[in-house]
């Protein structure tokens, strides 16, 4: 059982004397979802990627949230993970992401506690939404002595990404091609930040590593037409166009397309797989000329 609240505001306006006509009609939604119910279940995780779960389902939260560790930077040396906290960092070294220390154990009642100084399954918490803050549609269009333009521009907001790409061109867990990013990787000679040392463990585990911001500006369609003068016996009306889709995106989203919603394998395909990029394939850019003629 889930509830979502949310508000959806149309805007249009329309100015149709004279010679030069035009239209624009706005629509923006914001809204937010919470898990009332899982029949009993507290919690449940879904959407596996390399044999471990990225997106949760539980009481009380957003529904499909992304669910991992939180990091905060990585560890110089190895003397900086074994004085981590009271007892360092289970297994770290020099060049391994810090784990930030979220929460303990519940206590008697249940209830969950703040940091314990110790990293452990319980410092897995949220760590994005999928869910947009706010959507947005704008429909422009315009006719002046035959001519006829019509841009459509769409958006999202506050959304989180999952990209997975990284996993596979930064995350280094066995001998495959990487991207260039890992070049600057950790070492002992090159204290990186971002990129951390080779190898599996809890560097590759689903965490804040991963999470993009996915908000995203495109203008999803454009076309402009003209009708010639009318043909009285033969043509009612000739109108050539040009057009383009996806021609312009504005967006700080470093995958492909940060339009991405699920992946369509078979047996995979479901809509709870909002906001992962598996390398999804992206929109096209594509230029279309055509004529329309009424007889």
Known sequence: SVQTKGV???????????????????????????VIS??????????QFENEGLTRLEVGMPAFYFYGWQFDGIFENDAAATSYLSGGQDGAQGGDFRIVDVAGPDDADGNPTGPDG????NDRTMIGNPFPDLTLGLNL?????????????????????YNTNIYDLEGM??????????????????????????????????????????????????????????????????????????LLTFTNYPGADPEVNY?????????????????????????????????
């Open 141 to 161: 269009n315009a006719y002046y002595k035959g001519f006829d333009l019509n841009i459509f521009i769409q958006g999202s907001y506050g959304n989180d990404i």
């Open 263 to 295: 992946r369509n394998i078979t047996n995979k395909s479901s809509n709870t797989n909002l906001g992962l990029d598996y390398g999804s394939y992206p929109n096209v850019k594509t230029f279309t000329m055509g004529v329309n003629l009424t007889f």
């Open 38 to 47: 899982l029949g009993g279940l507290d919690a449940v995780q879904v959407n």
């Open 173 to 246: 867990p066995r001998l495959f091609n990487s991207g260039v990013a890992v070049l600057d990787r950790w070492t002992a000679t090159n204290p990186s930040n971002t990129v951390p040392r080779p190898g599996t463990g809890r560097n590759v585990e689903a965490s804040s590593r991963f999470i993009e911001d996915g908000s995203y500006t495109r203008v999803k369609n454009i076309t402009l037409g003209y009708t010639l003068p009318v043909f009285e016996k033969t043509i009612s009306s000739f109108r050539i166009y040009v057009s383009a889709q996806n």
């Open 118 to 121: 110790i990293i452990d399954a």
């Open 8 to 34: 959806e505001l149309q805007m249009g306006y329309n100015d149709y004397e004279g010679d030069f006509k035009w239209s624009a009609n706005l629509n923006v939604g914001t809204y937010s979802s919470e």
